[in-house]
């Protein structure tokens, strides 16, 4: 089992910047596995924002976040988080963590998600 939670949410201005954070516990073991970034805004199904293997080499990102948002791993803390800059009004969502064991795995642990709310 993987745990995973969610924490940094709020309510921030377009333009501005805001860090989320996600404990991760439990059997994470594998240096296949990857951790990842989701979010859900009102009426729009969940959509990818960011992923990072576990060793916290190459990560990817989504097309609308790429070069705004940072996900980054740190190792001694256990934590994956999401810098996001230049919020925007359409990045208002709840976002969520995730967990696979591999690159072609499923996203088969969620956090219970924090919201993010940018107002314009």
């Known amino acids: 089992q993987v745990q995973l939670v969610e924490s940094g949410g709020g309510l921030v201005q377009a333009g501005g910047s805001l860090r989320l954070s996600c404990a991760v516990s439990?059997?994470?073991?594998?240096?296949?596995?990857?951790m990842g970034w989701f979010r859900q805004a009102p009426g729009k199904e969940r959509e990818f924002v960011a992923g990072?293997?576990?060793?916290?080499?190459?990560?990817y990102y989504a097309d609308s976040v790429k070069g705004r948002f940072t996900i980054s791993k740190d190792n001694a803390k256990n934590t994956v988080d999401l810098q996001m800059n230049r919020l925007k009004s359409a990045d208002t969502a709840v976002y969520y963590c995730?967990?696979?064991?591999?690159?072609?795995?499923?996203?088969?642990?969620w956090g219970q998600g924090t919201q993010v709310t940018v107002s314009s």
């Open positions: 995730a967990f696979r064991s591999s690159y072609i795995a499923a996203w088969g642990y």
């Open positions: 990072i293997p576990w060793s916290a080499t190459l990560p």
């Open positions: 439990g059997r994470t073991g594998s240096s296949s596995s990857h």
